[in-house]
């Protein structure tokens, strides 16, 4: 840079300016320039650290038990997309995980154990592996689990919040309830009565963009995959994919976070496709390999992936199986910025 430029971009330094020309390709790329990378967590590698997170604190010191998975391109950000946020919870036996809100969304993707619970507006939820269940932004909600004398064994999920993206809002609003867990109001199935048999409440109005549903339960969505697989509906891309609803609008689960269930079955190879949302995968069933931009991983039960934005994906399955993700995709096409390609 020559001397007379390098004085001026001191003296406007000086005045909190900054030369767009020296930027401006990096600021408007031509196409999307991720920082994340594209990184798994295998399962079988980690668990054993997510267990001996038991030994390092209690649920109830640590509030929220988990080891935060963490993009290694977005290093110091506890994020693993820009705009997303991904842990592992451990609770174990007669451990409570006390009641907080916050105007995150939280989405929980039930790993391994079963028998632990997770209560929001007065109505308790029983986890087991597979499921998918909501926390709506602003609603008191605390997680438990029986004794062990009663039946209760170590339970693991994967967290999916909104971290970064009310962060980088600053919208971030949170507060402690005044006792560990909120009272339970409503028997357990209550929402799911209400809501869960594509049927509603008469007098219902549609007023919140969360959906009214606490817990999609793995068995029916498992059902619907393996039904429309029987059927012949393979997508070439996808396998058999699903997305979960709101069954009041018809849309997203939760404002900021869509959610999906695939199926692909032993043998397939699917095409490349790539999309704006960054995407987090979870692998409930089978094995196989996931390309993503160059990596490519080895994917098995319990790993976790994840492909930045618009880096072309490919999946294969070596044996029938079944993944769970989560994007920003609600975001994205509410601001007219979600682009997908099918290559
Ligand atoms: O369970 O409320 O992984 O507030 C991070 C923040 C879980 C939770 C996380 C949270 C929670």
Redesign the pocket.
């Known amino acids: 840079m020559n001397e007379h430029r390098a004085a001026y971009y001191e003296l406007i330094a000086r005045r909190q300016m900054a030369p767009l020309w020296e930027s401006l390709h990096n600021l408007v790329p031509p196409q999307p320039k991720p920082q994340a990378k594209a990184a798994i967590w295998q399962y079988a590698q980690i668990r054993d650290l997510v267990m001996q997170a038991g030994a390092v604190i209690s649920a109830e010191e640590a509030v ?1 038990r ?1 080891l935060v998975l963490e993009n290694p391109g977005l290093p110091g950000k506890s994020s693993i997309t820009p705009s997303l ?1 991904a ?1 592992l ?1 451990l609770i174990l036996p007669g451990e409570i ?1 006390p009641s ?1 809100r ?1 105007t ?1 969304s ?1 989405l929980r993707f039930i790993i391994e154990g079963r028998g632990a619970w997770t209560a929001v507006n007065g109505e308790r939820t029983t986890m087991r592996p597979g499921d998918f269940i909501i ?1 709506p932004s602003w609603t008191w ?1 605390d ?1 438990g689990n029986p004794s062990a004398e009663d039946g209760g064994e170590p339970v693991v999920w994967l ?1 999916g ?1 909104d ?1 970064p993206l009310v962060a980088s809002l600053d919208a971030g609003f949170a507060e402690s309830f005044p006792e560990a867990t909120q009272p339970v109001t409503r028997p357990e199935g209550y929402s799911f009565a209400r809501f869960g048999h594509n049927m509603a409440p008469v007098r219902e109005r549609v007023s919140d963009p969360t959906s009214p549903i606490f817990s999609y339960p793995y068995e029916r969505s498992r059902e619907a995959l393996d039904k429309l697989y029987r059927h012949g509906d393979l997508d070439a891309w996808d396998g058999v994919k699903l997305r979960y609803v709101n069954p009041m609008t018809g849309g997203w689960p939760m404002p900021t976070m869509a959610t999906f269930m695939q199926y692909l079955p032993a043998g397939f190879q699917g095409r490349t496709s790539r999309s704006t949302d960054a995407t987090v995968y979870c692998v409930v069933e089978g094995h196989g390999t996931a390309h993503i931009g160059d990596a490519e991983f080895s994917f098995s039960k319990h790993d976790v992936f994840v492909a930045p934005s618009w880096q072309p994906v490919r999946l294969s399955a070596l044996a029938e199986s079944v993944l769970f993700s989560y994007s920003d995709r609600p975001v994205l096409a509410a601001l007219n910025l979600l682009r997908e390609e099918r290559i």
């Open positions: 929220r988990v946020y842990g919870q995980a907080h916050h995150q939280a926390t909600h997680h967290d919040l971290i």
